[in-house]
């Protein structure tokens, strides 16, 4: 089994409630979070002691998205819809009250933004025009998190249904509805090379799909104690993290699927509450975890 060694970097206090998002920057070494404040912050790996405020919204963030190509922040504010900012600048571009759900994800795809909301819609945006070009009703409950397949064909939205649904990301056409998980499904990533679209559930579940199958059943790892919030592949892709309501992050291989190492308070000092979010990012291979603990932990990952 492949040896890897943990530790704990920095953690990065200032949010004044749980955290809930996690997004990269144009900045290798600059990650956005935000959370239950309405706080969105910029903190630069390089520099522990210093965040920066750039943004401030009347409502929780559970979702971020950063657009590289304007270096545009789009910022998901539960019952409010949405904003657009300019982090730099901290001004807001374009701001729309697309609608009164909570906003659980947003993901893009070439010239399209997918947003995925409490109601069950999932969201259709025309990014240039910042126009609602359709809603897709899937399902009556929430659409929980959205992955798009490495090749921009296809996305994958997971709802508190149990189920995944296959879309196509041209036509919008539903394509598979797979029975996935004995609760909502929190958490969707596809391997780097497109063979496997991973899930987690609130079932506490890591489940493995077979994508060139038809999206059939390839492993299922009863991976955590409760909750699975987060799942990302490593930049090398090599290994897998999960993150779950049961205060621990897990690494595994990406090949097996094997359990590596525990990242939790007793043995890493880490978390104290349910760990929500992580990103992994190639700047030096750190990995941030954003916990309801109000904290941003780093972790290198050797």
């Known amino acids: 089994m492949t040896k890897i060694q943990v530790e704990k970097i920095d953690t990065f206090s200032g949010h004044r409630d749980c955290v809930y998002a996690l997004h990269p920057s144009g900045q290798r070494y600059q990650f956005f979070s935000a959370g239950g404040d309405g706080l969105v912050v910029r903190w630069d790996l390089t520099r522990p002691d210093w965040g920066e405020v750039v943004a401030q919204v009347p409502a929780s963030v559970y979702a971020l998205a950063h657009d590289p190509a304007h270096a545009h922040l789009w910022v998901g504010q539960n019952y409010e819809g949405i904003q657009i900012i300019a982090p730099d ?58 992955a798009v397949s490495p090749d921009g064909q296809v996305f994958a939205v997971g709802y508190s249904d149990h189920y995944i649904r296959i879309f ?7 394509l598979h509805t797979i029975e996935a998980h004995s609760n909502s499904v929190f958490a969707l990533c596809y391997s780097p090379d497109g063979r496997f679209l991973l899930s987690g559930s609130r079932d506490a579940h890591l489940k493995i799909w ?50 590596l190492k525990v990242i939790d308070r007793a043995r890493h000092a880490g978390h104290a509450t349910s760990v929500n979010r992580l990103l992994w990012t190639d700047f030096e291979q750190r990995l941030i975890s954003a916990s309801d603990d109000k904290r941003l932990s780093v972790w290198g990952i050797y």
């Open 89 to 146: 600048e901290k001004t807001v571009v374009a701001s729309a009250q697309l609608t009164k759900a909570a906003i659980f994800d947003i993901q893009f795809s070439d010239n399209q933004a997918f947003v995925a909301l409490s109601d069950g819609v999932v969201l259709v945006i025309d990014k240039a025009a910042f126009a609602v070009r359709q809603h897709l009703k899937a399902s009556i409950q929430s659409a929980r998190c959205i």
């Open 168 to 174: 196509d990301t041209q036509n919008l056409r539903l």
């Open 210 to 259: 077979d994508v060139n199958a038809q999206y059939t059943l390839h492993q299922d790892v009863v991976a955590h104690l409760f909750a699975i919030n987060h799942l990302v592949y490593s930049p090398d892709g090599q290994y897998i993290a999960t993150c779950s309501m049961d205060k621990s992050i897990k690494l595994w291989d990406a090949a097996t699927f094997r359990l």
